[in-house]
């Protein structure tokens, strides 16, 4: 018990945005979203999104367009998910007009952590 309220409040300390979600699947078990389980302070501050606002709602309610991303994000997250494995992506938003590094692991099948900090100030750099 004591554990899981230092590490939340280490997680809700950090300075990159943390979200943890569980991976929703339909009836033949495809992934057809994301449900976000926790977010932290840096989450908000980066994004917009107050936790209250998320916590419970399926990616695709949150950002609605998120399936004309360029990247298949549902996709991506569940085959991690589903591998209990890690990836790296930097990735541009056009909800938030922002560049971000996003680190994936999945601690457990079917649940996936994301950390991300934004970067649009160093892809403005590079692209000059």
């Keep these: 018990m ?14 990159n945005a943390f979200a943890y979600h569980k991976v ?7 992934p057809i979203d994301y449900e976000f389980i926790y977010v932290n302070n840096a989450f908000e501050e980066l994004t917009g999104l107050k936790k209250q606002e998320v916590i419970g709602e399926k990616v695709t309610k949150i950002i609605p367009n998120i399936k004309e991303s360029s990247l298949n994000w549902i996709e991506y997250y569940s085959k991690i998910a589903e591998n209990e494995s890690e990836g790296h992506i930097e990735q ?5 007009d922002r560049w971000y590094k996003i680190d994936v692991f ?3 099948k ?7 900090y934004d970067i649009t100030d160093m892809k403005k750099q590079q692209n000059r």
């Design 2 to 15: 004591i554990a899981n309220m230092v590490l939340e409040k280490i997680i809700d300390k950090m300075q």
């Design 110 to 116: 079917g649940y996936f952590a994301t950390l991300f």
């Design 24 to 30: 929703v699947y339909d009836d033949k078990n495809k």
């Design 92 to 96: 541009y938003f056009d909800i938030w």
């Design 106 to 108: 999945s601690p457990e």
